[in-house]
């Protein structure tokens, strides 16, 4: 079984709904998760918005490969109104990012791991670093906790407090 671990997030529609039904199809189709950390909200990365973002990291234990998991993010993302515009960032109902798949280190046209930008995205380093901070990022040789530390993005990122709560 390999240990992966996704980043999970979206600003459009009912954000708690869509991180919720993605989590269930994550544990119906690719495996068990066996952790995750509290929602974060944050600003747009990468363009502007009105609309925050909500999102947080899971390690979920699989037995697909990379190529077959990606296949079934691609359904998960599809199930849950996500579309492709084409253009790079963009406001979405729902975002699923593979982080890293266990230490392995993979550039395909449809997979990159770790992936590319983890390290310079605080929105992803604070719920990783919550769940994994002593994970050590296999091409960095870095912890996740180190990368949180050196993170040059200036984003802010909180833990989510639901109205009402």
Sequence with gaps: MARVYFTIGGNLGSREKNLEEARNLISARIGTV????AIFESEPW????NDNFL????????SLTPAA???EISYIESKLGREHQGIMYSS???????LFYDQLVLFTPELI????HLHKRRFVLEPLNEIAP????PLFSMTV???LSSCPDECKVWRYQPVGA
């Design 34 to 37: 066996s952790k995750q950390s």
């Design 46 to 49: 990468g363009f502007s918005s």
């Design 55 to 62: 999102g947080q990291v899971l390690m979920v234990e699989t």
């Design 69 to 71: 998991l990606m296949l």
């Design 92 to 98: 979405r109902t729902i975002d699923i990012d593979v």
């Design 113 to 116: 791991v770790p992936h590319k």
């Design 134 to 137: 002593n994970f050590i990022h």
């Design 145 to 147: 906790h180190e990368l």
